[in-house]
T-cell receptor, first 117, second 111 residues
Framework: GAVVSQHPSWVICKSGTSVKIECRSLDFQATTMFWYRQFPKQSLMLMAT?????????EQGVEKDKFLINHASLTLSTLTVTSAHPEDSSFYIC?????????????FGEGSRLTVL | DAKTTQPPSMDCAEGRAANLPCNHSTISGNEYVYWYRQIHSQGPQYIIH???NNETNEMASLIITEDRKSSTLILPHATLRDTAVYYCIVRPLSGNTPLVFGKGTRLSVIA
């Protein structure tokens, strides 16, 4: 199946700093990627839809200036958590549609665990 | 909001079949039923999807009722590695519609 890779797998940062998380589609081109956030013992919550070459679409309640999304190429989307605070500590997961449009399944990265001290 | 309802948890003995139910009574005609699972601290893994016919692959079988208002995911011979949260999601096949996750079913496979 299609492979989606995230980096870093985990990161610890100080409060007030910014952290960038990368999401790459390794063997297919993805015009659209999705970013999710997951708190402990909770389900995945959609944060935003990342479109190649255009501005991301954010879900209600997600601050676009806090969570900057850049999708500059067909294989890379980045999520930058700006001025991170402890409440931003979470598991961030990206997904992208597989190479074959006939199948429709979305593939997920391994996730990136952010801990803000 | 998720359009599916699943039991919060289930247990299954190792080697036995695990049958995970899902209700999706408001499913639209163009929506497929997708199943994903998430093993602890990993990204979700695609399992299977279907429209109205039963589907089978190397991981599982999907049984969809004739009225499409419910479905069952079957893991024929559950192993300890199948312990995970299983999510049933309805979504159109085409387009760039994201997956909207509900709370899923936490399956515990017991030795």
């Amino acid at each position: 199946g299609a492979v989606v890779s995230q980096h870093p797998s985990w990161v610890i940062c100080k409060s007030g700093t910014s952290v960038k998380i990368e999401c790459r589609s390794l063997d297919f081109q993805a015009t659209t990627m999705f970013w999710y956030r997951q708190f402990p013992k909770q389900s995945l919550m959609l944060m935003a839809t990342s479109n190649e070459g255009s501005k991301a679409t954010y879900e209600q309640g997600v601050e676009k200036d806090k969570f900057l999304i850049n999708h500059a190429s067909l294989t890379l989307s980045t999520l930058t958590v700006t001025s991170a605070h402890p409440e931003d500590s979470s598991f961030y997961i990206c997904s992208a549609r597989g190479g074959s449009s006939l199948t429709g399944e979305l593939f997920f990265g391994e996730g990136s665990r952010l801990t803000v001290l | 909001d998720a359009k599916t309802t699943q039991p919060p948890s289930m247990d299954c003995a190792e080697g036995r079949a695990a049958n995970l139910p899902c209700n999706h009574s408001t499913i639209s005609g163009n929506e497929y039923v997708y199943w994903y699972r998430q093993i602890h601290s990993q990204g979700p893994q695609y399992i299977i999807h279907g429209l109205k016919n039963n589907e089978t692959n190397e991981m599982a079988s999907l049984i969809i009722t004739e009225d499409r208002k419910s479905s069952t995911l079957i893991l024929p011979h559950a192993t300890l590695r199948d312990t995970a949260v299983y999510y049933c999601i309805v979504r159109p096949l085409s387009g760039n519609t994201p997956l909207v996750f509900g709370k899923g079913t936490r399956l515990s496979v017991i030795a």
